[in-house]
């Protein structure tokens, strides 16, 4: 599949607004679980960083480095995923991949539907793996794996 759409079309101003004031960036001082996103291909580098409640994310913070579509995923996972379980959040970054692969976006409920300014990303294959970057790392870091890549 050839990336064929316009380059406007994905950057929505919900998607730059995302990227240039991130929600909940920064380390924070204290935290239990931490992973790094690297994709190589792209030069995106996504740190997050999240403290737990039992089973629940109570707080989730990240530093990105990268294109405007790695800053506003990382932007939206930390707002999203606090108050979820480890599986709940698993599950909403599979959804948000599902989201940028196949340009379906029309959940009902409000997060998911936050995720759908990720749906144009499916004409621009290469770039899936900037909205995938952070959620992957959310993974790996609720895994105990310190590292992530995107290859």
Known sequence: MSETGDIADLYSMTLRDLARDPAHKG???????TARGDNPMCGDRVDIYVTLDGDRIR???HVARGCEICQASASLLAELVPGRTQAEAHALGQRAGEIAKSGAGNDTT??????????VVHKFPSRVKCVTLAWNALDA????????SSE
């Open 110 to 119: 409000d997060e998911l539907h936050r995720l759908s300014i990720f749906a």
């Open 141 to 148: 870091a609720l895994s105990g794996v310190k590292e992530t």
């Open 27 to 33: 380390r924070p001082e204290a935290f239990d679980a």
């Open 59 to 61: 707080e989730a913070r």
